[in-house]
């Protein structure tokens, strides 16, 4: 930290120095993105020292050190974040404030950095930020894609994709660092030959690309360990054809630098295509591939490549970096010539497996044409792989060929990834207790039969720091005042907060900031969508990506009962609820941009029909992100956390909600069962099927969800009303897939993710919420326990299990 920038007098000079000497402006004709780059650049340099002592430590003693490999990291905005973790954002306020200038006006003009998309790209990001915090060092592996997952506007109610060009103004925050560039092959031949008794490998005729490092620096909480994120991006070695170019050939002489250069274009490009496949499969290789370079650069003439396993451990975080698998086997045994028992021994003791999905169709198969022609030598690996596992497999289960081709890596024509994972890895967690019993006992289970070693569960965890102490200040605040500020370090103490529960002073303070931010997301809403809500409503919300299984249909049909009963009838006594919406549907997934549609226009009908009275208000904000998080969760009243039970791994929305005072309505799934267990049952509302009566069904396909549709009223008018004219009546055929997906078979069962079967119970939880909010003293201490409760969800304890468990991670000494 630089010591020189304590000061509001400092940090003043400090700005304006940055505006003259980098933009040639003064603050008063200075714009407001002059102004927020000054800014950044202040406090870019108040942390470049920490920085520099941190990178140059591990490269001295080489400590062991983690490399967090992640397609995504949902990081959020950086340069408020930065100033809290520097103590120092009150302070640049006043200092602002002295030169005629918002700080909050600057914060809105940094970008939202499109590198990360979901649940798995933040969990990476906070992962890095605790383990700042606990000193631990790591780098994070991702790519710096030029274009985020997409920009999301909603148009006549449809989700429409937008190119998200984040660093069509520059990142203060990047340190491209060219001289560390390394070589990236595609394609080509591959030929052997015996020298010398070894077997030497040439790769011929290959596509080079190159990989650049661009890092970010990533503060912890009170820390001088400041780790890396490392993001690669791609650049083609060879630049434009100039000849082409001088021909007057243009778009040719740009081809090979357009082709080279697309890899690190776009997050989650569209897979639909042969070419997208390819896209995608070339990208997860460039991260493995330059990350291993980059690994076994640092260690050549450092220490003996065999003591790699004591010095670095690789998490693999989810399939999409696989391949660093064979990666590291191809540099160990083509660059550094180890043979290949070597190789694998250590191979498999650095690598690590984090599984983040149960549901099948979501584990990456790749054609083996496709990875062939792609990956020549890396297929051969893998081959290699995979022909001594079955040999092994042959050995122990002699005669049961099912069950070898079940584990086999290479089956059907595809490579699984998943398997290669397992099979690669010495450790397989899951990010739940569920979902870790979910892979021993169901997805993974002839693998944990061989290796039990390998599995455990490791609960995900949320960075509270940022959820609680800078989204909800005056929350954070309050509780300082209750029980002192220890949780924010010991997120352990924030349990302090329970003897707090009944205390009627400390629950008005608590109610009335919860007011605060209701008004403050009013006030958003109002702004952005024109609808205006009332702040005293129930505000009831569903914020996660848009997704059959995560079940947003099934909020939906909630809605249209409710808002048939009040139809039938005007004096219905229903608490005012708002329900808010947000997330985003995958481009190329038809129905989950269907039920986009279908919320918006519910609020559209039922916001503009006078007889509803303002008692039902529904909003779908556009273009979710971090930052628009930071607005919702704290003013969040309910938590929507429906999925069928079982096929949810984890969550971290239900943690950063309850962790701000909303009460979860949930399934027996991922998360919400330790969360249950951490509230009690009581500050809870659990609805719907087990994971266990889930699978059941599943088994037995003796669900029908027509029966249901026929011997319940409720069911049948809610269902109806997607097609009978009560929501609309011009779009009777808009919706007919959804009606057809809850009634008709596809595939094996109709309504595959029970959402008929789970709505009465998931109705009589909602009606519980209207009569316990209807007393606040009950509903403000079920709040206050579940905020007392959200510190054993801190990722800070997450990072200690994966270290207690995997990792055997020291701290840096600083």
């Not at 407001?32 to 950044?40: P, R, S």
């Not at 306020?93 to 990360?116: K, M, N, T, V």
């Not at 022609?373 to 099912?402: F, K, S, V």
């Not at 316990?772 to 969800?793: E, M, V």
């Amino acid at each position: 930290m630089n010591t020189n920038l304590d000061s509001k007098e400092s940090i003043k000079k400090a700005i304006s120095h940055k505006l003259l000497n980098s933009f040639g402006k003064r603050v008063d004709n200075a714009t407001d993105n002059e102004l927020y780059k000054a800014c950044a650049m202040v406090v870019r340099d108040d942390i470049m020292a920490d920085w520099a002592n941190t990178l140059e430590d591990i490269k001295k003693r080489h400590p062991k050190t983690l490399y967090y490999l992640s397609a995504e990291f949902l990081t959020g905005k950086f340069f408020e974040t930065n100033l809290t973790k520097l103590f120092k954002r009150e302070l640049y306020r006043e200092a602002c404030l002295e030169l005629g200038i918002s700080l909050d006006e600057l914060i809105a003009e940094e970008p939202e950095p499109g590198i990360g998309n979901g649940g798995l790209g933040r969990l990476a990001a906070s992962f890095l930020e605790t383990l700042s915090t606990a000193g631990y060092p790591a780098f994070g592996c991702g790519i710096r894609y030029e274009y985020g997952f997409f920009n999301q506007r909603i148009e006549d109610g449809y989700q429409v994709e937008y190119p998200d060009n984040w660093l069509d103004n520059d990142s203060m925050w990047i340190v491209e660092r060219p001289e560390e560039k390394v070589e990236v092959r595609f394609g080509g031949r591959i030929t052997e030959q015996w020298q010398n008794g070894r077997l030497k490998v040439r790769h011929e005729g290959y596509e080079s690309v190159a990989a650049v490092p661009c890092d970010i620096p990533i503060l912890g909480y009170n820390s001088r360990c400041i780790n890396t994120l490392r993001l690669w991006r791609s650049k083609s070695p060879r630049g434009i054809d100039l000849h082409a170019f001088n021909r007057g050939n243009y778009v040719d002489a740009l081809g090979g630098k357009i082709k080279n250069e697309a890899i690190s274009k776009v997050l989650y490009p569209e897979d639909n295509s042969y070419e997208g496949k390819k896209l995608r499969l070339k990208q997860y290789y460039f991260l493995v591939s330059a990350t291993v370079q980059n690994i076994i650069k640092r260690a050549r003439g450092s220490y003996p490549i065999e003591e790699l396993p004591d010095r670095v451990i690789i998490q693999i975080n989810d399939t999409h970096p696989t391949l660093v698998i064979p990666e590291l086997m191809r540099v160990l045994m083509d660059d550094m010539e180890l043979s290949w028992e070597v190789a694998w021994d250590i191979t498999t003791r650095v690598c690590a497996y984090t599984n983040h999905t149960v549901m099948s169709e979501a584990l990456e198969r790749w054609s083996v044409d496709l990875f062939a022609e792609l990956l020549p030598r890396i297929y051969m690996i893998i081959r290699e792989i995979d022909d001594r596992h079955i040999h092994q497999l042959n050995r122990i289960y002699l005669g049961q060929q099912d069950r070898i081709d079940r584990m086999a890596i290479i089956n059907y024509g595809q490579v699984n990834m998943a398997n290669l994972c397992i099979i690669g890895s010495r450790s397989v967690n899951g990010v739940s207790q569920l979902h870790g019993e979910i892979l021993k006992r169901d997805l993974f289970n002839d693998f944990y039969t061989l290796y039990p070693h390998k599995f455990r569960a490791i609960t995900n965890g949320i960075s509270h720091r940022r959820w609680l102490v800078q989204a909800n200040p005056n929350l954070c605040s309050l509780i300082i005042e209750a029980i002192g500020d220890s949780w924010i370090a010991n997120p352990k103490d924030l349990i302090k907060l329970r003897e707090y529960s009944n205390d009627k002073p400390f629950a008005d303070n608590f109610a009335g900031i919860k007011k605060q931010n209701k008004e403050r997301l009013s006030k958003y809403i109002l702004e952005n969508t024109g609808i205006k809500v009332d702040s005293h409503s129930i505000f009831d919300v569903q914020i996660k990506r848009i997704h059959e299984y995560k079940r947003q249909l099934l909020n939906a049909l909630h809605i249209i009962y409710l808002y048939q009963r009040i139809l039938d009838n005007p004096n219905e006594d229903i608490y005012p609820r708002t329900f808010i919406f947000a997330g985003k549907a995958a481009p190329g997934y038809a129905r989950a941009k269907l039920i986009i549609k279908l919320i918006n226009v519910l609020a559209h009908t039922i916001n503009n029909d006078p007889r509803v009275d303002g008692r039902i208000k529904v909003v779908f904000l556009e273009e979710y992100n971090v930052s628009l998080a930071e607005l919702i969760i704290p003013a969040a009243d309910v938590s929507e956390q429906i999925s069928t039970a079982g096929k949810e791994a984890s969550g971290t929305g239900n943690m950063k909600l309850m962790l701000n005072g909303a009460l979860t309505i949930g399934t027996l799934d991922g998360a919400n069962i330790e969360i249950m267990n951490a509230v009690g049952r009581e500050n809870i509302f659990i609805f719907g099927l087990t994971a266990e009566q889930v699978d059941y069904y599943y088994r037995n396909g003796n669900y029908d969800p027509r029966e249901l549709y026929q011997n319940d009223m409720a069911i049948r008018r809610a269902v109806d009303a997607l097609i009978d004219g009560t929501i609309s009546p011009n779009m009777t055929d808009m919706f007919r897939d959804l009606y057809g997906y809850l009634l008709y078979p596809e595939g094996n069962m109709a309504d595959c993710y029970m959402v008929l079967k789970d709505f009465r119970s998931y109705r009589d939880a909602h009606l519980e919420i209207d009569r316990q909010y209807k007393k606040p003293p009950l509903w403000r201490t079920k709040a206050i326990i579940n905020t007392a409760n959200g510190g054993s969800f801190s990722s800070d304890l997450t990072i200690e299990n994966y270290n207690r468990g995997i990792w055997h991670l020291s701290k840096l000494e600083l």
